[in-house]
T-cell receptor, first 116, second 112 residues
Framework: EPEVTQTPSHQVTQMGQEVILRCVPI?????FYWYRQILGQKVEFLVS????????KSEIFDDQFSVERPDGSNFTLKIRSTKLEDSAMYFC??????????????FGPGTRLTVT | KQEVTQIPAALSVPEGENLVLNCSFT??????LQWFRQDPGKGLTSLLL?????REQTSGRLNASLDKSSGRSTLYIAASQPGDSATYLC???????????FGKGTTLSVSS
């Protein structure tokens, strides 16, 4: 069964460093998302991406964050200068184009980011 | 702004019990609602998606209902098993129908 994959599973970085989290969405999906979950807290929406541009972003997704689909398969989240409070589990998700019954978002296993 | 609340926060039951997890949302003009399972330190596994035009959806021992007028959804788990132990998350789509807004989850523990 097709699945969303994410690499790395765990990333440790020092404050101020840039990190890139990578995702390979399900191959026929066209909508892509990033969410994050700080330990013990709710899963929070960061950004949605469609047709090579951001379709929506949350207040969390400030200028330190960027997303890219550099080729036909990868979807990346870059954090330019990490802060301690960026430590969280980051989830990538994807879904098919809308048609009846196809709103379901499929999530990857997550990347745990630890900023020291 | 859509907000999602789940009660109880934690639930412990003996194996074999039928149980109900509750989810409430503030904006009844939702598109769809999705239930997930999360095992400790792991990703999110989609369990059921209920479209706004549906009232319930079933998958195996799971049944999810949606009542938009009252702003509630329930996840019913029949004949619970120790393998059902996990955190169950409810998520409603935002007004634009693009992003999922999550509740904090109900952590279920089923003892054998």
């Amino acid at each position: 069964e097709p699945e969303v994959t994410q690499t790395p599973s765990h990333q440790v970085t020092q404050m101020g460093q840039e990190v890139i989290l990578r995702c390979v969405p399900i191959s026929n999906h066209l909508y892509f998302y990033w969410y994050r979950q700080i330990l013990g807290q709710k899963v929070e929406f960061l950004v949605s991406f469609y047709n090579n541009e951001i379709s929506e972003k949350s207040e969390i997704f400030d200028d330190q964050f960027s997303v890219e689909r550099p080729d036909g398969s990868n979807f990346t989240l870059k954090i330019r200068s990490t802060k301690l409070e960026d430590s969280a589990m980051y989830f990538c998700a994807s879904r098919t184009p809308w048609r009846e019954g196809q709103w379901e978002q499929y999530f990857g296993p997550g990347t745990r980011l630890t900023v020291t | 702004k859509q907000e999602v609340t789940q009660i109880p926060a934690a639930l412990s039951v003996p194996e074999g019990e039928n149980l109900v997890l509750n989810c409430s949302f503030t904006d009844s003009a939702i598109y769809n609602l999705q239930w997930f399972r999360q095992d400790p330190g792991k990703g999110l596994t989609s369990l059921l998606l209920i479209q706004s035009s549906q009232r319930e959806q079933t998958s195996g021992r799971l049944n999810a209902s949606l009542d938009k007028s009252s702003g509630r959804s329930t996840l019913y788990i029949a004949a619970s098993q120790p393998g059902d132990s996990a955190t169950y998350l409810c998520a409603a789509f935002n007004q634009a129908g693009t992003a999922l807004i999550f509740g904090k989850g109900t952590t279920l523990s089923v003892s054998s």
